[in-house]
Nanobody, 114 residues
Framework: QVQLVELGGGSVRPGGSLKLSCVGA????????MSWYRQPSGKQRELVAT???????NYADSVKGRFTISIDYGNDAIKLQMDRLKPDDTAVYYCSMSGSETFWGQGTQVTVSS
């Protein structure tokens, strides 16, 4: 049974870093696409980064060069390393994995504020 859980959210000052993890998927080979989304308060959910087993990685323009998505096969997890964080990065961050079905986590709050 797939129950995605996001870990690692919190509060950080502008310019700081956070690393998010998404666990609970079991074997990642059930999925062909693994992604992170975010939803700022009062706004629509948006795609942040996506990856697959072929090593491809795609990022939203707003996070290119600052965020890195990766797959941790040893722990059946996907990660999102977030560096040089800005106040505009404040949002609830969700992981999502798609194969024959699409699964979502419950989200984790990331707040960037001085």
């Amino acid at each position: 049974q797939v129950q995605l859980v996001e870990l690692g959210g919190g509060s950080v000052r502008p310019g700081g870093s956070l690393k998010l993890s998404c666990v609970g998927a079991g074997s990642l080979f059930k999925f062909n696409s693994m992604s992170w989304y975010r939803q700022p308060s009062g706004k629509q959910r948006e795609l942040v980064a996506t990856t697959g087993h072929n090593g491809r990685r795609n990022y939203a323009d707003s996070v290119k060069g600052r965020f890195t998505i990766s797959i941790d096969y040893g722990n059946d997890a996907i990660k999102l390393q977030m560096d040089r964080l800005k106040p505009d990065d404040t949002a609830v961050y969700y992981c999502s994995m798609s194969g024959s079905e699409t699964f979502w986590g419950q989200g984790t709050q990331v707040t960037v504020s001085s």
